[in-house]
């Protein structure tokens, strides 16, 4: 079931996720900079700013760990399942990896409502 679920979502997710995620992190740094309170170094030692770097560097690292180990690893264990070996303890540790990640959405989302009462 978990193979026929990751399937067309890896086959998509490099094409679909990675410029989705781009898109939003370049809109969040014009969103607080550009079109925010952000106009100089100080402006980040603010509430306001302390949310706006909470969320740019987790979102930033989120996607870093989304295309160089969910990905690739979810790919790998694919391949593994469809040869026949199970998903095993790489199959847990990714699973414990894509939940840190989700956790690490939520943080970065919290922030981006923060920010709008700071």
Same mark, same amino acid.
């Given at each position: 079931?978990?193979?026929?679920?990751m399937?067309p979502?890896?086959?998509? @997710?490099?094409?679909?996720? /990675?410029?989705?995620?781009?898109?939003?992190?370049?809109?969040?740094?014009?969103? !607080?900079?550009? *079109?925010?309170?952000?106009? @100089?170094? #100080?402006? &980040?030692?603010?509430?306001? =700013?302390?949310?706006?770097?909470?969320?740019?560097?987790?979102?930033?690292?989120l996607?870093? /760990?989304?295309? *160089?180990?969910l990905?690739?690893? #979810?790919?790998?264990?694919?391949? =593994?399942?469809?040869? !026949?070996? !199970?998903? =095993?303890?790489a !199959?847990?540790?990714l699973? /414990?990896?894509?939940?840190l990640? &989700? &956790?690490? *959405? *939520?943080?970065?989302? @919290?922030?981006?409502?923060?920010?709008?009462f700071?």
């Amino acid at each position: 079931v978990q193979r026929d679920f990751m399937r067309p979502f890896l086959e998509r @997710s490099d094409r679909i996720v /990675v410029p989705v995620a781009i898109t939003t992190i370049v809109l969040g740094v014009l969103r !607080g900079t550009v *079109f925010g309170r952000i106009h @100089s170094l #100080a402006d &980040l030692a603010t509430p306001y =700013g302390i949310a706006w770097l909470i969320g740019l560097v987790l979102a930033t690292t989120l996607l870093a /760990v989304g295309v *160089f180990y969910l990905a690739p690893e #979810a790919k790998r264990l694919l391949q =593994g399942a469809e040869a !026949g070996q !199970g998903l =095993g303890a790489a !199959g847990r540790r990714l699973q /414990v990896v894509a939940l840190l990640d &989700l &956790l690490g *959405f *939520f943080v970065v989302f @919290s922030a981006m409502i923060a920010m709008r009462f700071l």
